[in-house]
């Protein structure tokens, strides 16, 4: 690989700033990183944009396959069909009830873009050998997820168009940060 | 060890919560099993058999002490320094009220009230870790920058390391801090209530040296963190963040960062929740909008009401908790106490403090103690007379903003309260009853 040293945006300002105030605190006219290539970077680059779907690599797999990998991986800690196990609760059903005392979050009731399952497993799960599966093997342990929680049918096939295709029940169940939203009044005597 | 010895050791605090007694200003008193008597040098077995003494009582005729008589301990050639054997008792603890089916994703809590000062012991700090703790060798960690940039960059920690660094005082809290303690009292000590607050001085590179360097290409606004993990944790920040404060840490509190708080690299957010400064940070990427990620969606967001979630609230809002006297202690009699604590805000400077010793009715100005930083721990103090009745003590903080600490009661009719519930910055009072018991009295 090449090792030239990219030229820095705005270098000249900086080194022209050097001297001042805040000399010390602003960048330096430097570059000590190597450069890399995106094909280079492949192996990390395991993260999907879960609204669009982009970053689901090519491959498909089917809930059945799905079943089989769970039974094996999977079921000592999250029990016999995703219903809980000795170390997580489980990950079926929930959806309507977050508007009861008890919501209950599982991937079915909680993720707004079904891609977020397939990130969740390829980057954490099975969590004593995490990064071990195949891309095909998430999307089967995905279709397999999605079909205890009713969400494609019980033979269906994923791959990266139709499972970014699958409508969630939470899509429009997110408000970005509006904070602050109490406001509070600094009250000294006779207060409440 | 000789039985003389032995009365003359310091007396154990025994249950860790349990020694208000170092708090009390009149020398009189404190009970000799206090930690200020043992440091005082007072301490004898005979003074802690007896209960609290008057002011008026003599002291016994001092003993050369044993440590004058010998010698001490050798200076090892090399070694990691630790607190002295009589501290033991000051560790951070899982919480033991939610507690998770297994301690691989999980987390510890910081023993708070035993804090002095505003920086957080490193093996202190408060620990929340998705997939356990990794080891990993600096000479092989790398982080990579990639995405929408001119030119993709690969750094390795003495790549890093040879940039010139920053370094500054911020706290670190985990949005989780106080989620068992909104409604009902579930906590008896405030390493349980509010131990998810760390603070110390954090060394490294502005984020934004290096995107100037791989160049963003137009249309960029969001970036990825992500670790070198078994949970690979990620988060989406927005560009903004990471040009105007975001750092590549690599130290804290003088030293190069501990395993179980990212070494040998973590993002650093300062005022955000812990988990957007992502530990063991192996790559950023560079995009046009937000990944949407379990950690984004199905954790770190809050239940709001008509079953709706609130999103990307990484802000820490102005929060204080008044650490001593508080949840666990025992005040030994009528006096003067210093009633201490922390206040904080990831929106900018805490600008007052006000405590109430009547539950809420009236309230009055503490002292702040510098230096005040900008989204850093502020410790407050307070001279209370307690008059030996019944008290309900509580701190409020107010910021730079403006912004004034709310109650539970105010939080609660903006947001749902149910369940598995972050960002609690309410008001925390503390019960404290006639004979001085000091309890959790949120609800």
Excluded at chain 2, 20 to 46: H, Q, V, W
Excluded at chain 2, 279 to 297: A, G, N
Excluded at chain 2, 320 to 332: A, D, E, R
Aim: aromatic share 8%; proline share 6%.
């Amino acid at each position: 690989m090449q090792l030239h040293k990219i030229a820095i945006a705005g270098g000249l300002a900086f080194a022209l700033s050097l001297g001042g105030a805040l000399a010390n605190s602003s960048k330096p006219a430097v570059s000590f990183g190597t450069p890399i290539t995106e094909a280079d970077v492949a192996a990390w680059d395991i993260d999907v944009q879960t609204p669009t779907g982009k970053g689901l690599p090519a491959g498909s797999g089917t809930a059945a396959q799905g079943k089989e990998l769970f039974d094996a991986q999977c079921v000592a800690c999250h029990g016999a069909d995703a219903g809980g196990g000795s170390q997580y609760g489980s990950m079926v059903g929930g959806v309507g009830s977050f508007v009861t005392e008890k919501r209950r979050l599982t991937p079915g009731s909680m993720y707004p873009y079904a891609p977020i399952l397939f990130d969740y497993i390829k980057r954490a799960m099975p969590m004593t050998a995490p990064q071990s599966l195949s891309n095909d093997e998430v999307y089967a342990l995905t279709a397999y997820i999605y079909a205890l929680n009713e969400l494609v049918a019980e033979d269906a096939v994923l791959d990266a168009a139709s499972l970014a295709a699958i409508e969630m029940p939470n899509r429009d169940g997110f408000i970005v940060d509006d904070r602050p939203d109490a406001a509070a009044v600094r009250c000294m005597d006779d207060c409440e | 060890m000789t039985d003389k010895q032995k009365t003359l050791q310091p007396i154990s605090r025994g249950s860790p919560e349990k020694y208000t007694e170092r708090m009390a200003l009149e020398e009189g008193t404190i009970k000799s099993s206090s930690r200020r008597s043992f440091l005082s040098g007072a301490a004898t077995a005979a003074a802690a058999a007896t209960v609290a003494s008057t002011t008026s009582a003599l002291a016994a005729p001092l003993e050369v002490q044993p440590s004058s008589k010998s010698m001490g301990r050798t200076t090892v050639p090399t070694g990691y320094g630790m607190p002295s054997k009589y501290e033991a008792d000051v560790t951070r603890n899982r919480t033991d009220i939610f507690v998770n089916k297994q301690n691989f994703s999980d987390w510890s809590m910081t023993p708070i009230q035993h804090q002095q000062g505003i920086v957080t012991p490193n093996g202190l700090m408060f620990e929340r870790h998705h997939a356990g703790i990794p080891d990993i060798d600096p000479d092989t960690h790398d982080l990579v920058i990639h995405g929408m940039v001119r030119q993709p960059m690969k750094y390795s920690m003495s790549d890093l390391m040879r940039y010139p660094s920053v370094s500054r005082f911020h706290f670190m809290e985990c949005s989780g801090n106080g989620l068992t303690d909104w409604l009902s009292v579930k906590s008896d000590t405030v390493q349980q209530t509010h131990g998810l607050l760390s603070c110390t001085q954090w060394t490294g590179v502005p984020v934004s040296w290096l995107l100037d360097e791989v160049g963003l290409e137009a249309g960029a606004k969001w970036l990825l963190f992500e670790g070198a993990d078994g949970s690979a944790h990620a988060r989406s920040i927005p560009l903004d963040k990471a040009m105007d404060d975001a750092l590549l840490v690599f130290a804290a509190g003088g030293e190069m960062l501990r395993p179980e708080n990212g070494y040998p690299l973590r993002g650093f957010m300062p005022g955000w929740e812990g988990n957007t400064s992502v530990k063991w940070l192996r790559r950023i990427k560079v995009s046009d909008q937000p990944w949407h990620l379990r950690s984004e969606t199905a954790r770190y967001t809050d239940p709001m009401p008509e079953g709706k979630w609130r999103q990307f609230s990484m802000e820490m809002e102005c929060k204080s908790v008044i650490t001593n006297p508080s949840g666990g202690m025992q005040l030994q009699g009528p006096g003067l106490y210093e009633i201490q604590g922390f206040a904080w805000s990831g929106r900018g400077k805490v600008s007052s403090v006000d405590i109430t010793l009547d539950g809420g009715k009236s309230w009055r100005t503490a002292d702040l103690e510098g230096p005040v930083m900008d989204r850093c721990l502020t410790r407050f103090r307070y001279r209370w007379n307690w008059d030996g009745g019944p008290a309900k003590i509580a701190s409020r903080a107010l910021d730079s903003t403006g912004y004034v600490q709310p109650t539970v009661a105010e939080l609660a009719s903006e947001r749902a309260i149910v369940g598995f519930v972050q960002h609690h910055n309410g008001i925390f009072p503390w019960a404290v009853s006639a004979s001085g018991e000091v309890t959790n009295a949120i609800a």
